[in-house]
RNA sequence: GGCCCCAUAGUCUAGUGGUUAGGACUCCGCUCUUUCAAGGCGGCAGCACGGGUUCGAGUCCCGUUGGGGCCA
C-alpha cells in the first residue's frame, strides 16, 4: 500500500456527464480524501474528433454540483502535468517511437477492410477473432512499399503471445488475462495519435517512472438502469444536469451514490458528507452492479429537504422559482424570509425542489388551477359559493391577519351555519390553492397577503355560482 | 464467441458455519388530522437452482442458470 494515496478521474469530454461516471468519481474522491490522499482529475480528450472546451466545462460542473473538488487538474494544475490528454500527445509519440526502436511495437499496414474480412473469417472457424499479427515480420522493403503507396501506417504493440498476465483490482480480486487469446493492440492510430488505451497506460505507468509505486486498479461496479441494463440514455434521466434540474439536491444526491455500492455497515442510510468520508473503505465496497432506483433517490431527497432549514432550503428554490417568473429578480430581505416561511410550511411533503414549485404554486400567483378533487368535492357543491362569500365577508374586517385570528372566523362562521369547520375549510382550501391536499390551512392563509385571500374567495365565489346557473 | 467478476424480497443493502435472515425504498392496510402527497402503527415479499463438505450452510467447494464487464 503506497503511503500517499492518489486516485484519478479520467472522463472523456463528450458534452454531458453520465450520472455513472459521476458515481465513479465520487468513489474515487471519497477514498482519496478518507486517507488523506489526492484526488487527480485528467481529460482523457485523445478522440480528437470530439472534444471541445464546453464539454470540459460540463465536467467541472458535474463535480462541483456533488461538491467533489479535486487537488490536480487541467484547471489547477500540479506537478505531473499537463492534465489534458490532448496536450501530451509529444509525451505518447515519444513513447511509442521507444517501443518501436526496442522492437516492441511496430508498424501495421492492414487496412481497416482486410481487418474486417480476417475477423469474419476467422468467426466463421469458430476462431476467437484477433490480430493474427502478420505485419510484425514485415521486412524492410515491404514497408517502403507500403511507404510510397501513400498508406499511413498504425502502430501495434507486440504483445506477449504465451503467458497470463495478471492484473490486481483492490475490488474485482486478481483478474488473469490470457496473453493467448489477446492480439496485438493498436497504440498508436494513423494519424499519429495515441489510442485512447496507450495514454492510459502511460498516464498511470509513468506515475512509476517518475518513483509512484505500480498504479492499482479497482474497478468499481457500474450502475445500472431500472430494466437491469447498463444506465444509458434511453433511461431517461441519466446525465447530472437532468438530476440538477429535477430538482435534486446535491447533497442527497451525494449521498444516495455514496450507498449505491457501499455500506457503512449499519442500517444507516442518512449519512452527512463527513461521516461518509470517515467511514468509507474499499472493502466495503460491493463487486455487483447495482439499479439506480428513481423512487428510493427521491425519498432520500425528500428526508433532506424535510431536514433542511427553511432558510436554506428557500436559496435553493429561488432560481428555480425566478426561471418560472414566479419570484422577482431582486428580492428584497423581507420576502426572502417570506419564502423561507413558505419553505418551512410545504418541505414536509415535497420529494423534490421541482415538485414543492409545482405544489406550492398558489404561494406565488392567482394563475393556478383548480384540479378535479377540488372542483368535484367541494367547489361545484350547491352551498359553496354562499359559504366563501360569508367567508371573505367575515375575513375582510380582520386587523390582525394571524393564523389564530384567522382560524377564530372560520370557526365562527361553521358554528352560524350549524356546520362542522371541514363544511368552511374544504371549500376555502379549494378556493384559494385549487386542490384539496396542502399544508395547515390556517397557516398557509397566514402567509398569503389578506386582500389576495378575500380575492380569490370572490373569485371562486363568482365562477361557481355561475358555473350552476348555467347548467 | 473467449476470458473474468457477481448473485440475500421488485430495488438498495446488513450478514463472514448455529440468526424467528436485520434495515431502507416501493406497494398494501390501519390510524391521527381540516386535507394528504406529511406523521404514527402494521403487513406482503428474499438467501437463483442442483450437487457436495459439515453434527449443522445464506455463509465453504463444484456445476447449472442468470446478470454484468472486458476482449473482439
Redesign the pocket.
Known amino acids: 500500500m503506497p503511503d500517499t494515496i492518489r486516485t484519478r478521474f479520467a472522463p472523456s469530454p463528450t458534452g454531458y456527464m453520465h450520472i455513472g461516471n459521476l458515481h465513479t468519481a465520487l468513489f474515487e474522491w471519497l477514498y482519496a480524501r478518507r486517507y488523506e490522499g489526492q484526488f487527480v482529475l485528467r481529460i482523457e480528450d485523445t478522440d480528437e474528433a470530439r472534444h471541445t472546451p464546453e464539454a470540459v466545462g460540463v465536467i467541472y460542473e458535474g463535480l462541483r454540483w456533488l461538491g467533489i473538488d479535486w487537488d490536480e487538474g487541467p484547471d489547477v494544475g500540479g506537478p505531473y502535468g499537463p492534465y489534458v490528454q490532448s496536450e501530451r500527445v509529444e509525451l505518447y509519440r515519444s513513447y511509442l517511437g521507444k517501443l518501436l526502436e526496442q522492437g516492441l511495437a511496430y508498424e501495421c499496414y492492414c487496412t481497416p477492410e482486410e481487418?474486417d474480412q480476417r475477423?469474419e473469417m476467422?468467426?466463421a472457424q469458430?476462431?476467437?477473432?484477433?490480430?493474427d499479427g502478420r505485419c510484425r515480420t514485415l521486412t524492410a522493403t515491404q514497408k517502403a512499399e507500403y511507404c510510397s503507396a501513400g498508406q499511413p501506417p498504425c502502430i501495434r504493440f507486440a504483445a506477449a503471445e504465451t503467458g497470463t498476465t495478471v492484473v490486481h483490482?483492490l475490488?474485482?480480486?486478481?483478474?488473469?488475462?490470457?496473453n493467448a487469446?489477446?492480439?496485438d493492440?493498436?497504440i498508436g492510430k494513423t494519424s499519429g495519435f495515441p489510442t485512447y488505451?496507450f495514454a492510459v497506460v502511460v498516464d498511470d505507468q509513468l506515475q512509476e517512472a517518475l518513483g509512484f509505486p505500480t498504479p492499482v486498479y479497482a474497478?468499481l461496479?457500474?450502475i445500472?438502469g431500472?430494466?437491469?441494463?447498463?444506465l444509458s440514455k434511453r433511461h431517461g434521466a441519466v446525465s447530472v444536469v437532468d438530476y440538477a434540474e429535477k430538482g435534486f439536491l446535491p447533497e442527497a444526491m451525494f449521498n444516495f451514490l455514496a450507498?449505491?455500492?457501499?455500506?457503512?455497515?449499519?442500517?444507516?442510510?442518512i449519512l452527512s458528507r463527513e461521516e461518509i468520508i470517515s467511514r468509507f473503505s474499499l472493502e466495503?465496497?460491493?463487486?455487483?452492479?447495482?439499479?439506480?432506483?428513481m423512487?428510493?433517490?427521491?425519498?432520500?431527497n425528500?428526508?433532506y429537504m424535510?431536514t433542511m432549514p427553511g432558510e436554506q432550503l428557500a436559496r435553493r428554490l429561488l432560481p428555480l422559482l425566478q426561471k418560472e417568473g414566479l419570484f422577482e429578480e431582486n428580492p428584497t430581505e423581507e420576502r426572502l424570509t417570506w419564502l423561507a416561511q413558505v419553505a418551512d410550511l410545504?418541505k414536509?411533503?415535497?420529494?423534490l425542489l421541482t415538485?414543492?414549485i409545482?405544489?406550492?404554486r398558489y404561494f406565488f400567483t392567482d394563475d393556478y388551477e383548480y384540479?378535479e378533487?377540488a372542483r368535484n368535492k367541494w367547489l361545484t357543491k350547491p352551498a359553496t359559493p354562499a359559504t366563501l362569500h360569508a367567508l371573505a365577508e367575515r375575513l375582510q374586517v380582520l386587523t390582525d391577519w394571524t393564523?389564530d385570528t384567522i382560524?377564530a372566523e372560520v370557526r365562527a362562521l361553521a358554528e352560524d351555519r350549524g356546520v362542522?369547520?371541514?363544511k368552511v375549510?374544504?371549500p376555502c382550501?379549494s378556493a384559494v390553492?385549487g386542490?384539496?391536499?396542502?399544508?395547515?390551512?390556517?397557516?398557509l392563509l397566514e402567509l398569503l397577503p389578506q386582500e389576495t385571500i378575500i380575492r380569490r374567495l370572490h373569485r371562486a365565489e363568482v365562477e361557481f355560482a355561475e358555473d350552476r346557473a348555467a347548467d
Open positions: 481487418l475477423r476467422m468467426r469458430g476462431l476467437p477473432p484477433r490480430y483490482d475490488i474485482q480480486g486478481e483478474v488473469p488475462f490470457e487469446l489477446m492480439g493492440p493498436v488505451h474497478h461496479p457500474l445500472l431500472e430494466d437491469k441494463s447498463k450507498l449505491l455500492g457501499w455500506s457503512p455497515g449499519s442500517t444507516e442510510e466495503a465496497c460491493g463487486s455487483s452492479p447495482s439499479v439506480f432506483d423512487a428510493k433517490a427521491e425519498w432520500m425528500s428526508e424535510k410545504m414536509e411533503r415535497a420529494p415538485t414543492f409545482t405544489w406550492a384540479d378533487k393564523s382560524e362542522g369547520a371541514g375549510i374544504h382550501r390553492t386542490t384539496t391536499v396542502g399544508p395547515s390551512l390556517f397557516h
